[in-house]
T-cell receptor
């Protein structure tokens, strides 16, 4: 089974709106990362949040982490058509199991112009 | 310059054949990985090498054999290909042994017919 599970599986919004997606995981983590995957491409690292952090920002991205609930959220503000992609959360367990990233199933985001 | 490059991008082959996928990174990273993404977009780690040493070997059939001639290269050889091997295979690398900021290649789409 997947360590991380994203919710929703798919999201359709208008350009300019905010997009929020959630990720839940099962085991203790060292850190949690979010990646973007455009259709037919590799994954691009967006942001990393450590287990002792609660919130992190990078440009239009805001990530929160609640280790008590074993969940994280990714907020994309003022979305653009170019944000259309699949977004994956991934966790590094604690203790780190040889640097392994375990991915969730992803959220497909469609931003309509 | 491409940071993590893998070849070929597409591979179509018949069942029973043996094929290899090559991966090279020019980032100076110590750790390299192979991930498999299935048709439902789930990503799962297959192997991880740190400085040419095998660190992670998930439950992968023996038909899959990674080879790391140096820390900048991690190739994947697959013997006796089966229909179920059809997937997108991603190579990735990271800086240190704690999962920070993976850099992914653009993927190799393997189709076994």
């Amino acid at each position: 089974s997947q360590q991380g599970e994203e919710d929703p599986q798919a999201l359709s919004i208008q350009e300019g709106e905010n997009a929020t997606m959630n990720c839940s995981y099962k085991t203790s983590i060292n850190n949690l990362q979010w990646y973007r995957q455009n259709s037919g491409r590799g994954l691009v690292h967006l942001i990393l949040i450590r287990s002792n952090e609660r919130e992190k920002h990078s440009g239009r991205l805001r990530v929160t982490l609640d280790t008590s609930k074993k969940s994280s959220s990714l907020l994309i503000t003022a979305s653009r058509a170019a944000d259309t992609a699949s977004y994956f959360c991934a966790t590094v367990p604690r203790p780190a199991a040889g640097n392994k990233l375990t991915f969730g199933g992803g959220t497909r985001v469609l931003v309509k112009p | 310059d491409t940071a993590v490059s893998q070849t070929p991008k597409y591979l179509v082959t018949q069942m029973g054949n043996d094929k290899s996928i090559k991966c090279e990174q020019n980032l100076g990273h110590d750790t390299m990985y192979w991930y498999k993404q299935d048709s439902k977009k789930f990503l799962k780690i297959m192997f991880s090498y740190n400085n040419k040493e095998l660190i992670i070997n998930e439950t992968v059939p023996n038909r899959f054999s990674p080879k790391s001639p140096d820390k900048a290269h991690l190739n994947l050889h697959i013997n006796s290909l089966e229909l179920g091997d059809s997937a997108v295979y991603f190579c990735a690398s990271s800086q240190v042994l704690d999962g920070l900021g993976y850099t992914f290649g653009s993927g190799t789409r393997l189709t076994v017919v």
